[in-house]
């Protein structure tokens, strides 16, 4: 069967999420970055960002079966949650970092109650999903139930949640650990595509509109409502991971020194490394060049703090 509008881009998300993957597994795995756990969701997202149209595709080979309809729509309808959770890893990643030199009323277990949250809502919008799919198999139609409605409810709240944590955690700005502010800069960034996304989600679930069906609705207001917002998201994400100083064992002393028995520092080499030779090499790209503009500068911010 050759191929369609909604197949081609399928075929599309796969050729753009595939290195999107490889790059959050590095960053998931960068030493000093464990503590950041948003990176796990990152390669979560993009592994549904894969297998879901690999379903889609696969609907165009033999019999319809229903498993695969539902599976897609399963991995469309919950994608939001993944990205909540990338954010608020990335918040509680910042707050640890402010309270190393300054103490707040934010505290990391307000972000575990949104945590929560938005893992209950995931836990509806599957269930939900499963159930919309056993019907689509009997009516040919697909329509969201009560569950996926009470699961984007619960995530719209708790996005206007982390919107709120987002703008307390600005009054503390400055006592974020140099370096670290790009981090912030992505989760402020990336929050008005969350909420266009949020809005698209809102229309496929409680609007009875075929063109915002999550099956077989409007490809073009899907491409232009989720799927660029969602790959904006991740693009903004990972460029800010790479643009990160590389953490190491142990943090800077309060003057501002390193401490010089972590024969690992990667500040301070004794000799060059494998990832220093990448490093040269990945200089010479053009992409290269950008990331490279923000860690000099970085390190310019922590020079400056040493002296």
Known sequence: MALDYRSGLSVGEICIYSPAVLVGIYLAARPGFGRNWGWFYLVLFCLARIIGPAMQLSTLHGPPKASLYEGYAILNNVAISP???????????????????????????????????????????????????????????????TLNKAGSIILITCY?????????ISIFKSHIE??????????????PFLLVRLVYTGFSTFSYNPKFNIL???????????????????????????????????????????????????????????GQIALGLAKKTIFGHIVMLFVKKDHGETDMEMQ
């Open 83 to 145: 990205l909540q959770l990338l954010i608020l890893g990335t918040l509680s990643r910042l707050l640890d970092s402010i309270h190393k030199t300054y103490n707040t009323f934010l505290k990391v277990w307000m972000l575990y109650i949104i945590y929560a949250a938005v893992v209950l809502g995931l836990i509806l919008g599957i269930v939900g999903s499963i159930d919309a799919g056993n019907s689509f198999e009997q009516k040919h139609v697909f329509h969201p139930g």
């Open 160 to 168: 206007v949640a982390i919107v709120a944590i987002t703008a307390l």
């Open 178 to 191: 140099p370096g670290e502010n790009r981090l912030y800069l992505a989760v402020v960034l990336t929050l």
């Open 216 to 274: 077989d609705g409007n490809t073009t207001i899907f491409i232009c409502m989720a799927l660029i917002e969602e790959f904006i998201i991740i693009i903004i994400f990972e460029v800010a991971g790479l643009a990160l100083r590389r953490q190491v064992k142990e943090d800077l002393e309060r003057a501002g020194q390193i401490d010089s028995s972590n024969s690992s520092d990667p500040i301070q080499p004794k000799k060059k490394s494998a």
